[in-house]
Structure formats: C-alpha cells, structure tokens
C-alpha cells in the first residue's frame, strides 16, 4: 500500500492534502526543501508560514539539540529558564504596556486562550469578529472563522457578530476610496454596537491570511478602536501570520494602524519557533491576570520549543529579516505584477512584505476562479515551487509566504517559476 492509500486510510477526509499527487517533505535547507523522491523545490510557502527565517537554520538546529541533551520537557509546574527569557523579548517587542506572556501550542490554542481571557474580563460571550477571517479549528475558534469553508460546525460556544473591513475586494463596499471604507465600516460597527448586549472583544488579523492576504486600509483598526473603547470591548490582534516582520514596514500587524496604539491582546503562533510548536498570547497585566483559577498547558512553554524561539527571534532581529522582508517583498510583488500583466486571468497582485497574493479570476470578469488557482498551484509544483491557496469560501487566491531570509536570486527564480506555472493556464 502506498504512503498515501495507508494515509487516506487512517486520517479524517476533512485533513486535506495539496495536490493530485501528494507531495511527501523529508529534508529543508534554507529556502528549499526535498520530497521522498529527491526532487527540490523552492519553498514560497514555509509550511504555511512556520518557517520564519530558514529551513534548518544552524542557529535553530543547534539551540534544539543543546536543549535536547540536557531536558526536553519537565513540566510548567516548575521554573522554565528559556521560557521566561523568551516572555520577557515577546513582552519588550510586543508594545504592549505592563505586558504579560502566555505560552501555547498553536495558534489555535493561542486564540482560545485569548477569547478565554477577553470573555472572563468582560463576563460576556459575545465577541465580534471579521468576515472573511480565520482562526483556529477548535469549538471556540471555528466559531470566529468567517469563512464557511474553514469552519467545519456552526454549533457555536459564542455568540459571535461579523464586522466589516477586513477585506474589500467584492460586496457593497468594494468600490469606495480608502477613507469613504474606512467611514462606512466603522458606521456599521457603530450601528451593529447600537442593536446588541455587551460585547467582550473584536478579534481580528491585520491582513487576513488564510482569506486571501487582504488587508484593510492602513488606520482601520485605529478608527474602530475608538468607537471599541467607548463600549469597554477589548481588541484582539491575531498576528499568528502576520507577526515577526513579515509584512516589511511594521514588526506586527497592528503597526499599519498606529493611531490605535497596541491591543489589549495579541496572538502568535506559526513562524516564532521556527517549525517548532510554539504558540501564546501577550496581553496587559490587567487582562491577563484576570482568571481566578490556575489554568496552565502541559506543553505550552516546553524547554525544547522555547529554545527554538529564542534563537530563531534572535536571528531574525539580529540579521534585519523585517528590512529583508520589505526590501526582497518589494522586488517579488514587482516582479509578480510584470508577470502577471500579461495574463489576462489574473484579477490583482497584491501584499505587504513577504505576505503576497495573486487572486485569479476567470478572464474578462470579476468572478473568482478557484479551479484555475489549482491549476497554477499544481504547474508551479512540477516546475519546483511550492505555493499555497486560500481566499474565501472558493480559494481563488494564490499565497505566497516564503522564509524572510530569501534572496534576491531566490525572488528571481520563484519569480521565473511562477510565471511559467501562470503561463500554463
Ligand atoms: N490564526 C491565524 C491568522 C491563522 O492563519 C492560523 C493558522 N492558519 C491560526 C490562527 C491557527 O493556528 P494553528 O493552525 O497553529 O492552530
């Protein structure tokens, strides 16, 4: 039996697999990683952004196993050097006053942790999320996805209300100016606040990942802060995508929208531990010391993952990976935008950093293309790039994330791969 019958035949259909032919990653180095077969291929997607900096990173490798030799794992019932060394760098970047560190395992547990948090504070399950978002696959976090496509249950432990902002490409509001958007989603906010009970928190990702990697115009969450603090509700930042520097200009998403000053609670997760599970939430004391009973994670903070982080962060703010990512970003979304002026499926290039989209359409309209997107995603595999696909509940949106130590050559060559793949629709 194959590695593919013997996996179809143990796991849930819903744990999808990219490609007709599955693709089986043994080994990484730097950008690149190899299947089972020996065939190399240039990583634009990290492993859905977990790669933050590179595949087997010396740095990272020989953190893990220095931890490894002395303790992977003990418990967070005791004292966990690596783990508060960690907190503390997250706490002092975070931007986040008086600020306090929770470790996770995902980004999942990490958003569950933070509507945990915001529901206590505020003693109301009722939150406000974005359309279009996603974060997480558990019971709570499902119920936050506003994308059918990726949240598999509508039984729901919350009541959740969906705002608009998070993407503009289609509906009502698609054709205002930035400011006019900005006006109209907040006058809804204001209007939705205006028909409902207390309301805990608004979570949101600055640029939606799995949606597409759209993002809102810059100021956004600023102008819905305002109209936030004036109910009490806290603000959620998910940065599990879009933290770390990966959008170029801004270390965290939230950045973009200044004026709002930091949220109450931000999530991380993906690219932080390089590959390594590692998740949290970071938040003011006053938020996050509200429980009133212990509620640890087993894993959460675990030695081994703690090391990975710190060196992984440490490279990454020693080397400038957020410069490289604006700088090598800027070049690839050129790049993109060249190849993709001649073909005529493509409906936009777009991104911050090394966070790029490239939405399909089918030619002469404005109707999502999700069968051409799979299409691309398979031709720039057999030509040795890998990619991935997201964007609303039709996944017509090619993602492009790759490690932010990527080159200028590298962007070249993805570049030069992906245009072949574009050109094969
Ligand atoms: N939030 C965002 C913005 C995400 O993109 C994801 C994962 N795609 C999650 C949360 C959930 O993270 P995890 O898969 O680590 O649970």
Redo the contacts with the bound molecule.
């Keep these: 039996m194959s590695l593919l019958d013997r996996h179809r035949a143990v796991v849930p259909d819903w744990l999808a697999l990219y490609y007709r032919e599955p693709v089986e990653i043994v080994r990484g180095e730097g950008r690149h990683v190899w299947d089972a077969e020996g065939r190399r291929y240039l990583d634009f997607f990290g492993g859905?952004l977990t790669t933050m900096t590179a595949h087997a990173l010396p740095e990272v490798t020989k953190a893990v196993g220095e931890q490894a030799g002395r303790i992977i794992h003990s418990s967070t019932l005791y004292l966990n050097r690596p783990m508060v060394e960690l907190a503390e760098r997250i706490a002092a970047l975070s931007g986040i006053p008086d600020a306090r560190v929770f470790f996770t395992t995902?980004?999942?547990?990490?958003?569950d942790t933070a509507l945990l948090l915001a529901t206590a504070y505020r003693r109301t399950n009722q939150v406000l999320a974005m359309r279009n978002s996603?974060?997480?696959?558990s019971f709570s976090?499902v119920s936050i996805t506003g994308n059918h496509a990726w949240s598999p249950t509508s039984l729901s432990p919350l009541q959740t209300l969906y705002v608009h902002g998070g993407v503009r490409t289609r509906g009502p509001y698609a054709q205002l100016s930035d400011d006019r958007f900005v006006q109209a989603c907040v006058a809804d906010l204001e209007d939705l606040l205006g028909h409902t009970r207390e309301v805990a928190a608004l979570i949101a990702?600055p640029v939606q990942?799995?949606g597409g990697f759209t993002s809102p115009p810059d100021g956004l969450y600023a102008a819905f802060r305002e109209v936030l603090n004036r109910h009490g509700i806290l603000w959620i930042s998910?940065e599990?995508?879009t933290g770390w520097g990966r959008t170029g200009d801004h270390f965290w998403g939230w950045q973009a929208h200044d004026a709002a000053g930091p949220p109450d609670l931000l999530?991380f997760?993906?690219g932080i531990g390089n590959g390594m599970s590692v998740?949290g939430v970071v938040g003011s004391a006053a938020v996050m010391n509200c429980l009133d009973a212990n509620s640890i994670s087993t894993f959460g903070g675990s030695p081994i993952t703690m090391a990975a982080g710190l060196a992984n962060l440490g490279f990454l703010l020693e080397n400038d990976l957020q410069g490289n990512a604006r700088r090598v970003g800027g070049l690839l979304i050129e790049r993109l935008r060249a190849a993709a002026a001649k073909v005529p499926a493509v409906r936009e290039v777009r991104g911050r950093g090394l966070m790029i989209g490239v939405e399909l359409v089918r030619p002469g309209t404005d109707e999502a293309d999700h069968q051409a997107a799979s299409a691309v995603l398979e031709a720039a595999r057999e030509a040795g790039l890998l990619i991935g696909k997201g964007g609303g509940h039709n996944t017509s949106v090619l993602r492009i994330a790759p490690p932010l130590t990527l080159t200028v050559a590298e962007a070249e060559e993805g570049a030069v791969l992906f245009e072949r793949a574009l050109r094969s629709l």
């Design positions: 859905i995902s980004g999942t547990e990490a958003n996603y974060h997480g696959r976090t990702e990942g799995v998910d599990v995508q999530t997760a993906k998740g």
